[in-house]
């Protein structure tokens, strides 16, 4: 993959989330990630980028290793990474960016879940 390929891609993202109303620290931040990735690509000699190159360059930025995209992530210096790194990857496979992240799916707490119903005599209908 070439260096105009990658900066091509970068500059889409940046632009679509710009018009979807990014805030400009956020557009910062993650052109500041995608500046600080191409370096690290130039200077291992990488030349394809895919989601394990990427957890890769997570792991060498961070000290925390993940499986995959979808991890469930509770550390900001990982987000900080991941969150741009995905529209990147998904930009540079389908041509369009993808602004869904990831999806999780969130079960109650037992606190959330109501207790059950006791049937009253008030409340029967007869």
Same mark, same amino acid.
């Given at each position: 993959?070439?260096?105009?390929?990658?900066?091509d891609?970068?500059?889409?993202?940046? +632009?679509?989330?710009?018009n979807?109303?990014?805030?400009?620290?956020r557009?910062?931040?993650?052109? #500041?990630v995608?500046?600080?990735?191409?370096k690290?690509l130039?200077?291992? !000699?990488?030349?394809?980028?895919? +989601?394990?190159?990427?957890?890769?360059?997570?792991? #060498?930025k961070?000290?925390?290793?993940?499986?995959?995209?979808e991890c469930?992530?509770?550390?900001?210096?990982?987000?900080?990474?991941?969150? *741009?790194?995905?529209?990147?990857?998904?930009?540079?496979? !389908?041509g369009q960016?993808?602004?869904?992240?990831?999806?999780?799916?969130?079960?109650? !707490?037992?606190?959330d879940?109501? *207790? *059950?119903?006791?049937?009253?005599s008030?409340?029967?209908?007869?």
């Amino acid at each position: 993959m070439k260096e105009q390929e990658i900066n091509d891609a970068i500059t889409a993202i940046t +632009e679509s989330l710009k018009n979807r109303g990014a805030s400009s620290e956020r557009l910062k931040s993650y052109r #500041h990630v995608y500046n600080v990735f191409v370096k690290y690509l130039l200077e291992n !000699s990488i030349a394809r980028i895919d +989601e394990n190159i990427c957890l890769d360059y997570i792991y #060498h930025k961070t000290g925390v290793k993940l499986e995959r995209f979808e991890c469930v992530v509770a550390n900001s210096r990982v987000d900080y990474r991941l969150r *741009p790194l995905i529209l990147l990857v998904r930009y540079l496979d !389908s041509g369009q960016v993808q602004h869904e992240m990831r999806k999780t799916m969130l079960t109650p !707490s037992q606190n959330d879940q109501k *207790p *059950p119903q006791k049937m009253t005599s008030d409340s029967r209908e007869e």
